[in-house]
């Protein structure tokens, strides 16, 4: 009976001034899911400035596989060749990768290319369309500011954004960064109220520490993870306890026990909460300062 495989798995992903992209990494779970099927055991090497766990190519021993398989992307340049010659001993397979050169040595170099396309070939689909299903994570937007100076030294935004924004980079949630700002120039911003709103409907929370992203993610029928940015309190505090809405933190007791707390909390009563709130401001249940308006213009 022959030697069982000893196989190292790689891709642009692990080179070190490589990039990992979500395409990569699906049609990496791709390849590893066939290979878990026929029991064949694996290791997968990783560039250090995304995956610093490792491990990486530089650290792995080529000696100890007996073959190397290369996922994903297109197959050219120098990184590759330098596989090619550090694994020399190895069966080296690319696969559903594309091939722009077939002559490249990035391309002969492999002893077999499974391409999802290459010159003269019918393409297969991408490995990522197959990749196993995952779970869903939460979809969060993100409204901060960087501005209101009329607070003077009262001001923590900068302070909130680093920590907010520290404290989201560790969280498993999908976030999107929005801004209540509109422009019918620039394509990332919505041009009209409709169009954010559609966007804040579909979310699954909003954290911001603005006024407007708070009240237009209850309109929406969204938890809104709030901090105030004014030491103090000022407007954003007021605007939370007009409407209703406790999911506040103060800038002097911002941490990540805080965050949490009200995360969980958002995702759970503050669900019905938010939706409850949205459906009293459509229906009109709250009065404004609209309301005087008509009073005021009265001779």
């Not at 080179?15 to 290791?43: I, K, M, P, S």
């Not at 990486?56 to 990184?79: I, K, N, Q």
């Not at 990749?131 to 001001?155: F, S």
Request: aromatic letters at 6%; a neutral charge.
């Amino acid at each position: 009976m022959g030697e069982r495989p000893r196989i190292l798995l790689t891709g642009w992903f692990g080179f070190l001034n490589g990039e990992a992209t979500a395409g990569d990494l699906l049609a990496l779970d791709r390849a590893r899911e066939v290979l878990r099927g026929a029991g064949l055991a694996h290791d997968v090497a990783w560039s250090p400035g995304f995956r610093p766990a490792g491990p990486s190519l530089a650290e792995l021993r080529p000696e100890d596989y007996t073959h190397l398989l290369f996922v994903c992307g297109p197959l050219h340049g120098p990184h590759i060749e330098e596989l090619h010659r550090r694994f020399a001993h190895c069966v080296r397979i690319a696969v559903g990768t594309s091939v722009v050169d077939a002559a490249s040595p990035a391309v002969t170099g492999f002893h077999h290319v499974l391409a999802r396309d290459a010159p003269g070939t019918e393409p297969t689909p991408d490995l990522a369309a197959r990749a196993p299903a995952l779970p869903t994570r939460p979809a969060v937007g993100v409204i901060l500011t960087h501005g209101q100076h009329e607070h003077g030294a009262r001001r923590r935004h900068e302070r909130v954004a680093e920590k907010v924004t520290r404290w989201l980079s560790g969280r498993d949630c999908a976030c999107l960064e929005l801004d209540t700002r509109l422009d019918v120039h620039d394509w990332r911003l919505s041009a009209t109220p409709a169009q954010l709103e559609s966007v804040l409907a579909r979310l699954d929370l909003v954290v911001t520490d603005r006024l407007h992203g708070m009240v237009l993610a209850l309109r929406a029928g969204v938890p809104a993870l709030t901090v105030d940015p004014v030491e103090g309190g000022a407007k954003v505090t007021a605007q939370a306890r007009a409407c209703g809405w406790p999911a506040v933190v103060a800038a002097e007791r911002l941490d990540a026990g805080a965050l949490d707390h009200w995360w969980d909390w958002c995702a759970s009563s503050g669900r019905g909460l938010a939706r409850e709130i949205g459906a009293g401001f459509r229906r009109g249940t709250r009065t404004d300062s609209a309301d005087d308006l008509l009073r005021t213009l009265r001779p």
